[in-house]
């Protein structure tokens, strides 16, 4: 009898920032992906399953007034936490994990907004971390964000920094992750980013992603692979 591979539930926050190239790199790793939607009208799951992806977006982690669905994401994201779900939040995402679990995000963060592809750096702890050991280091990290997670939440294990922002990835509990910058995004998604964005200039950023978009590509789809292997191991059940 065949049995199905597990789900990754993914929550997308908004059309503009999609799952993107981790879809197909998921996939391929034998970890098909379950999209939901809340700004669209889909619930947001109330237990985790095989797996948890929270992606980013232009509100802030506390803007539950602008995106009602925020409290049930960071109830959700504490109880993947709690399960041992391998879980994996991006940018908003991180910022959301870091707050379910007890951390503080700062809202326009005083450094300003970190744009282009960013060098991050792992630290000491990140070498025998299950999800990012043996990755591409510096790792080139996609970056679009003004707010930052400013304090871990408590126990959480620091992994890698940059030079503008210290809280580039980090780790609560055994298998649930936060990453500051997008390993999933794509040259046109990235660009209608930037487009959106006074503070930002279109030109050199794109032509920063462009310049290094195969060694980009190459660490994304390597921690995706490494993500989607740590939910087909973890034995929990399928969606």
């Known amino acids: 009898m065949s049995t199905r591979p597990p789900l990754i539930d993914v929550v997308e926050h908004e059309p503009g920032c999609p799952l993107d190239r981790f879809g197909p790199w998921l996939a391929d790793a034998g970890a098909p992906v379950r999209v939901v939607r809340p700004y669209a009208g889909d619930a947001v799951p109330s237990e985790p399953g095989a ?37 994996l939040g991006i940018c908003l995402g991180a910022q959301l994990l870091a707050v379910a679990l007890g951390g503080a995000v700062d809202v326009g963060a005083a450094p300003g907004r970190e744009s282009g592809v960013v060098d991050v750096v792992w630290r000491a702890e990140a070498d025998d971390d299950p999800l990012v050991r043996g990755l591409r280091a510096p790792f080139p990290g996609p970056s679009m964000h003004a707010d930052a997670v400013a304090v871990l939440p408590p126990g959480a294990v620091w992994l890698a920094s940059s030079a503008m922002y210290p809280h580039q990835a980090f780790r609560v509990g055994p298998a649930a992750w936060g990453v500051q910058f997008h390993p999933e995004v794509s040259l046109p998604t990235f660009t209608g980013w930037a487009e959106a964005l006074s503070d930002v200039h279109t030109e050199t ?21 490494r993500f989607a292997s740590l939910v087909v191991r973890s034995g929990l059940r399928a969606g």
């Not at 802030?60 to 959700?76: F, K, Q, T």
């Not at 950023?205 to 692979?225: F, H, K, P």
């Open 51 to 87: 797996g948890l992806i929270v992606l980013g977006g232009q509100m802030s982690a506390y803007d539950d007034g602008a995106a009602p669905w925020l409290p049930a994401v960071r109830s959700l994201l504490a109880a993947s936490v709690e399960a041992g779900a391998p879980t």
């Open 205 to 225: 950023v794109t032509a920063e992603l462009a310049a290094r978009d195969s060694e980009v590509a190459a660490a994304g789809q390597a921690l995706a692979a």
